[in-house]
């Protein structure tokens, strides 16, 4: 006896892998209609032996398409038996899991299949065939199904069979996830990642107060130095730092700047003692601003104590 069942809760999205849960396994009461349009109220076994009795059908009208001798196993719209909406390539037991069991197909999906699941058409209903008579329990068993093994529908009877955007198994027994299971992270794994990162952020401003402080560090050496070999007059030092501070390659531009010896005077005036010793910060600066190596070492050897002790 052939019967279509269209199985409910099966809505298709275009997130949809291959594989689709066929039928929900367990024990179902249906109200599946013939071919001819009738209606018969039954109840069914869906278990691993009817995996097997209809991948075997399966199996056979494919190896006879193969030999030139039959027609392709497919799926169709609206049990219509004319254009296909998938090809089924294969059948398998998923287990007792509400959604991830039961009887699966791994389909290819034609193009106007893909285009309408999902939209015109949201249901999968299953053609297959059962025993001619129930066993004991009052249950029929399914015992395979036709080459056209079921279809696109809408109107459906059964309310438990499996989303298909939901996880799918394939190949091998392997879970394959939708894009909402593979993002879907636990709490832990949330403020692991929140931690990582403040950690981070921590890192990038501690990074960035020594790259200041070495930048504001250069920019005063830069400028006490030209201050004091006469380039610049004291009171600008502020202004020359801010500018470097902004635009580091100025620091070429203030060592070329030609010598001015009032303003050396003036820097020397400014750094001066009670007891008119120079202190040992000018002494530093002019020293680090002496380019010639002769006149760089006379320097030193006049004020070697002072330096000396200046540089601690």
């Known amino acids: 006896m052939i019967l279509l069942a269209s199985f409910a809760g099966s809505a298709l999205t ?39 009795a209809v991948e075997e059908a399966r199996a056979r009208y494919q190896a006879e398409f193969d030999a030139g001798r039959g027609d392709a196993p497919f799926t169709d719209f609206c049990h219509a038996d004319q254009e296909a909406s998938s090809w089924v390539l294969r059948v398998y037991w998923g287990g007792d899991d509400p959604k991830k069991g039961g009887i699966r197909a791994v389909v290819d999906w034609t193009d106007e299949g893909r285009a309408k699941k999902g939209k015109s058409l949201k249901r999968f209903s299953p053609g297959f065939y059962v025993s001619d008579e129930p066993d004991a329990e009052g249950r029929y068993h399914i015992t395979g199904a036709p080459a056209n093994m079921g279809g696109l529908v809408n109107r459906a009877a059964f309310r438990s069979i499996q989303h298909l955007s939901a996880s799918a198994a394939t190949e091998g027994g392997e879970k394959q996830h939708n894009n909402q299971d593979q993002n879907t992270m636990t709490e832990e794994e949330i403020k692991a990642l929140q931690d990582e990162n403040a950690a981070l952020k921590k890192q990038l401003e501690d990074l960035q107060k020594t790259v200041a402080a070495m930048q504001e560090k250069d920019a005063d050496a830069a400028v006490e130095a030209a201050c004091a070999a006469g380039k610049i007059a004291p009171d600008l030092k502020a202004s020359w730092k801010e500018n470097l501070l902004k635009n580091p390659a100025a620091k070429e531009l203030l060592a070329s700047l030609p010598v001015n010896p009032a303003f050396r005077q003036t820097y020397t005036a400014q750094d001066n003692k009670g007891d008119g010793a120079k202190t040992g910060k000018a002494l530093l600066a002019q020293h680090a601003a002496i380019t010639d190596p002769a006149e760089r070492l006379a320097f030193f050897r006049e004020h070697e104590k002072e330096l000396i002790a200046a540089r601690g």
């Open 14 to 52: 275009d997130e949809d892998g291959d594989d689709i849960q066929w039928m929900p396994p367990g024990v179902h009461e249906i109200e599946p209609h013939s071919p001819d349009g009738e209606v018969k109220k039954i109840t069914v076994l869906v278990d691993e032996a009817a995996a097997k």
